[in-house]
């Protein structure tokens, strides 16, 4: 029987994955880690094996927490609205991002996913999860009329992730108002139905 953790886990966890999220995954020693969590070297080895694996531990913080829940709000919503939704909530954050860290997946998918297989296997795993929405609410949005058909879903759902992708990457050196939404304001324009133009 596994032994109960002697800490405030999600704490730590939060903790972990603000430093890595902050200064990435090279730059963060468990020295930082150390200090940020208030656990010894030793009790995070512990509890998670190595640095490699807090990484691991604080990235899957971040998709359940940031990722996951936004699109689980976002799919309650009417299709449209959601990919709205969705987008509004990205430029919220990359605009009130003081510290300019931008997108932690993304981050992690230019930092750490090239040197690492299994890495990026997870990573590609979950930019796969956002396409997934995505195509879920424009296969909806086609269906009952309030999405164009100019392009197939499948087309549209890869084109708005590349847009995310985009804006998270510019978030981090060039936070403007006008560059961010003028990426994605194109973007969601041709899913009007009215909006008949092609990618």
């Avoid at 995954?25 to 969590?37: F, G, I, M, N, P």
């Avoid at 208030?38 to 094996?49: C, F, H, K, R, V």
């Avoid at 930092?111 to 296997?121: G, L, R, S």
Wanted: with cysteine; hydrophobic share 45%.
């Amino acid at each position: 029987m596994a032994r109960p953790r002697e800490f405030d886990e999600e704490a730590v966890l939060d903790a972990t994955m603000q430093c890595f999220w902050q200064f990435g995954y090279e730059a963060t020693s468990v020295k930082d880690l150390s200090a940020r969590t208030g656990l010894t070297a030793a009790s995070l080895y512990n509890a998670y094996g190595d640095k490699r694996g807090l990484f691991q531990a604080a990235l899957d913080r971040y998709v359940n927490e940031s990722i996951g829940k936004r699109i689980r709000r976002c799919e309650a919503l009417p299709p449209l609205e959601a990919i709205h939704a969705f987008f509004d909530e990205i430029l919220h954050r990359s605009l009130h991002d003081r510290q300019h860290k931008g997108c932690m997946l993304v981050n992690s998918a230019l930092e750490v996913a090239p040197h690492d297989a299994e890495f990026q296997k997870i990573i590609a795993g979950v930019l796969g999860r956002i396409e997934r929405f995505f195509l879920g609410r424009l296969r909806a949005g086609q269906a009952d009329g309030t999405i164009s058909r100019a392009q197939t879903a499948e087309v549209f759902s890869r084109h708005l992730l590349g847009v995310l992708m985009g804006v998270r990457v510019l978030a981090r050196v060039r936070p403007q108002k006008a560059l961010l939404q003028g990426t994605v304001a194109p973007a969601l324009a041709q899913l009007e139905p009215s909006k008949e133009v092609s990618i």
